[in-house]
């Protein structure tokens, strides 16, 4: 008997086939002695639509709503259904005795595979094939190491909650949006949470004010000092006042009247989970989150390089600790020898900042593999992600950056000065970074220059000091920042909106639904984004009710929590968000409207992003017209400056037009193109009528009248 194995991807499919010794190649699977390696194509099965429920349901009806079906159905996805039926068969083969589900070791490959089992109709115990990495070894010590299916099955549970929730509410509430403001309106549990703190940033944004102030910074020949009030703060927004200080303190002498020195331990960052990386690589490079999921996947699956990406841990187990010299090893080449082959020559300090098994859920942190690295392999931007991820890994055995902090009390006339500086013992596991900066900063929180530690020469308690020169700084308070993708994703996590593998596309949607738009590195809302915001019922704004849900999928997934009344929850929900749309009195207006008109219907066109550029569309949902908005160029050329016109339509149909000459000319409709004989004319009557001194608009005026008789 032979065992079926069915992997996520064909690239994954072919590499476990290779490993476990199956070369002979089918179209949909690939088989050898022992093993029979199949594959998905991501999900090929999922939720049937409301349409296999009811037919009446493929229209988009809001009396219609809410649709909450008593059981949930299954649908064999159609642009998969080919490999499904493969597989399909493969699971009634006779000869097969045991299946390994070899999808990804997550909460959404569990999902795909058991809905794959459950429709091909798999009723027998199969095996888990859970592995961390892609390598050779990683795979045949998954296969040496199979667990029961059934161990996961609380995996399956949460994830199922998972995709029948989002059914439910995403579903109901677009269709009512939609049809009752008949635009195209999407919400969700955790997209529509996503866009309310954006929107209440951007409220922030446009309500504040800001204000003038000025500082005031002492001038005492080997170092500067800085003048704070009583409660430490050191802008002044009374123009007299810092006039007075400045006065006050102009040449005066003054004493030093505390030194304080302390040293500062500052231990290596935590390894890298999937959100940590999106966020250094956002603020590094400005990769958006989906990219850095896209390039890590190609580390890990095409590569080999690093172990699974989607895992929210930063921690490693203990079972892994004989394995991180080999890492190491592999690691230290090229750029990276220098920093990592000193470290095995010893003994590597592993602490509990490193290997926490109370701290590892399914997956452990983001490390390199043992794989060896060839980098000339990897694509620039591989190669900058890579080098993310193998420097945080080699700094984990470094010792802490040491240095020494000294603050300085000045007192000058009554008033007090303050001044500190660093000065570096020991880099420790800086030294890995050189230059660069490698803190978990928070860029939400905005920096003081003024408080920016600087270098202080050797200075007593008590030492007597002059001013030589007052110098005051005029400054502006500062509004808010808007979000950068980094300063978003942290924001997600910290109000548990979604999963380290759910967040890039989370915020991708928003984008490709024109609800937000990048701008640089900047998350900007769209008019229509703040229109929605206010269309949702209240409860759906806020992270509140989302992080909720997502902490009980947590405990669906441990075991600690129930589906049944988890979705019951969900369903009452979806019936009261479809109530408040369907008595709400609020308005919507497209912000995107154009003064092209559709030539089909006559509906004014909505002008809409997409991925070759602006488009425009009609709104009218059974008309379908579409064209490009970018500028369209004619083969009629201008009869003054000889350029190609630009095409245009208005109500009475297409024309061409010069834009810096200001010549229009009108299409034969019947023909759709210019009239030969017509501009001949045209261009006799410009040029008899140019020399008269004429203005352009009154040429253009008579050429056109000729041109109607």
Known sequence: MKVLVLAEKPSVAREIARVMGSHEKHKSYIEGPKYIVTWALGHLVGLAEPEDYNPKYAQWNLEDLPIL????????????????????????????????????????????????????????????????????????????????????????????????????????????????????????????????????????????????????????????????????????????????????????????????????????????????????????????AKQTSNLLQKLYEQHKLVTYPRTDSRYLPADMVDTLKERLSSVSIGPYASLGRPLLRGKLPVTKRIVDDSKVSDHHAIIPTEQTVLLNQLSPDERKLYDL???????????????????????????????????????????????????????????????????????????????????????????????????????????????????????????????????GNVMHPTGKGRQLIELVAPQLRTPDLTAKWEAELERIALGKGQPDPFLQGIRKMAQELVTAVKNSNAEYKPHNVTNSHCPDCGSKLLEKKGKRGKFLVCPNGDCGYRRSAEKQLSNRRCPQCHKKMELKEGKAGLFVRCLPCGITETLDKSKQKVNKREQQKLVKQYEQKESFGSSLGDLLKAAMEEQGK
């Open 69 to 288: 079906p008593g059981e949930t159905k299954l649908k064999v996805l159609r642009e998969s259904s080919h490999q499904f039926k493969a597989v399909q068969q493969l699971i009634k083969r006779k000869d097969i005795g045991e299946l390994v589900i070899a999808t990804d070791a997550g909460r959404e490959g569990e999902l795909l595979a058991r809905w794959i089992l459950q429709m091909s109709r798999w009723n027998k115990p199969f095996k888990r094939l859970w592995i961390s990495s892609q390598t050779d070894k990683a795979i045949k010590d998954g296969f040496a190491k199979l667990l029961p299916g059934s161990q996961f099955d609380r995996l399956y549970e949460s994830a199922r909650c998972r995709a029948e929730a989002d059914w439910m509410i995403g579903l109901n509430v677009t269709r009512a949006l939609t049809s009752r403001y008949n635009a195209q309106l999407s919400a969700g549990r955790v997209q529509t949470p996503t866009l309310g703190m954006i929107m209440d940033r951007e409220k922030e944004i446009t309500g504040f004010r800001s204000q003038e102030y000025e500082s005031i910074t002492a001038n005492l020949g080997d170092f500067q000092a800085i003048w704070r009030s009583g409660n430490g703060e050191s802008r002044i927004f009374d123009p007299q006042r810092s006039k007075e200080l400045k006065q006050k303190l102009d040449s005066k002498q003054g004493k030093i009247t505390q030194l304080k020195k302390s040293e500062k331990v500052e231990p290596h960052p935590l390894a890298y989970d999937l959100t940590e990386l999106q966020r250094d690589a956002n603020r590094r490079y400005g990769f958006s």
């Open 389 to 519: 991820i193998v420097r945080r890994f080699i700094s984990l055995f470094y010792a802490p950056a040491r240095y020494d902090q000294v603050q300085v009390t000045v007192q000058i006339e009554g008033e007090t000065l303050h001044a500190k500086g660093t000065t570096v013992k020991d880099a420790g596991w800086r030294a890995v970074y050189g230059d660069q900066s490698a803190d978990d900063e928070d860029e939400d929180t905005a920096v003081d220059q003024e408080q920016e530690a600087s270098t202080l020469p050797e200075l007593q308690e008590g030492q007597s000091v002059r001013v030589h020169s007052v110098i005051l700084r005029p400054g502006r308070t500062q509004p808010p920042k808007r979000y950068t993708e980094s300063m978003l994703l942290t924001q997600m996590e910290k109000h548990g909106l979604g999963t380290p593998a759910t967040r890039a596309d989370i915020i991708e949607k928003l984008v490709s639904s024109d609800t937000i738009e990048r701008q």
